[in-house]
Antibody, heavy 118, light 108 residues
Framework: EVQLLESGGGLVQPGGSLRLSCVAS????????MAWVRQAPGKGLEWVSG????????DYADSAKGRFTISRDNSENTVYLQMNSLRAEDTAVYYC???????????WGQGTLVTVSS | EILMTQSPATLSVSPGETATLSCRAS??????LAWYRQKPGQAPRLLIY???ARATGIPARFSGSGSGTEFTLTISSLQSEDSAVYYC??????????FGPGTKVEIK
């Protein structure tokens, strides 16, 4: 059974940093693209970033470029999202998702809430 | 960036009836289109990929069709558990993948 478990969310002041983690199980982690997708309160889904299985390819939404960094540790079956210079508009539930190649998202975690507020 | 639109914004349907949801892309995405269902307080769940292929465990009453810029998700024999927001997503151009704004399905 595929499981994705996010952690690391919380309340942070504008300009602050957070690192989200997602531990995966139930599939061959190193062979799969992983992504972060967020959802602001009461809003729709927004893709944030993706990383290939070998970590050789990383991509970012324009809203994340220069501030967020995605990485992974295949020995720990974990994908990370380092978020710096956080803004109020980054407030959202952040979902970790497994992608079938750089395509659709076939499994999702339950999400971790990030709140950026003073 | 490919923009996705969905219609209607809200759909109210009686149990047992059929719901038809539309998704449109601003340019062709071929058949690189997925549909998700998100129930309140839950993560999204993949329903359809490749415009018409059902994901694992998804019943046959969910069907997808279309290609290019026009897509449809059809839910037949609606049940109370189908009350949710449904999103389409294109993955023809990565990055970025883009989602539609969602259609909320309400069961009367």
């Amino acid at each position: 059974e595929v499981q994705l478990l996010e952690s690391g969310g919380g309340l942070v002041q504008p300009g602050g940093s957070l690192r989200l983690s997602c531990v995966a199980s139930g599939f061959i982690f190193s062979e799969n693209t992983m992504a972060w997708v967020r959802q602001a309160p009461g809003k729709g889904l927004e893709w944030v970033s993706g990383i290939s299985g070998s970590a050789s390819n990383t991509d970012y939404a324009d809203s994340a470029k220069g501030r967020f960094t995605i990485s992974r540790d295949n020995s720990e079956n974990t994908v990370y999202l380092q978020m710096n210079s956080l803004r109020a508009e980054d407030t959202a539930v952040y979902y970790c998702a497994k992608s079938s190649g750089f395509s659709y998202f076939d499994y999702w975690g339950q999400g971790t809430l990030v709140t950026v507020s003073s | 960036e490919i923009l996705m639109t969905q219609s209607p914004a809200t759909l109210s349907v009686s149990p047992g009836e059929t719901a038809t949801l539309s998704c449109r892309a601003s340019q062709s995405v071929r058949n690189n289109l997925a549909w998700y269902r998100q129930k309140p307080g839950q993560a999204p769940r993949l329903l359809i990929y490749g415009a018409s292929a059902r994901a694992t465990g998804i019943p046959a009453r969910f069907s997808g069709s279309g290609s290019g810029t026009e897509f449809t998700l059809t839910i037949s024999s609606l049940q109370s558990e189908d009350s949710a927001v449904y999103y389409c997503q294109q993955y023809n151009n990565w990055p970025p993948v883009t989602f539609g704004p969602g259609t909320k399905v309400e069961i009367k």
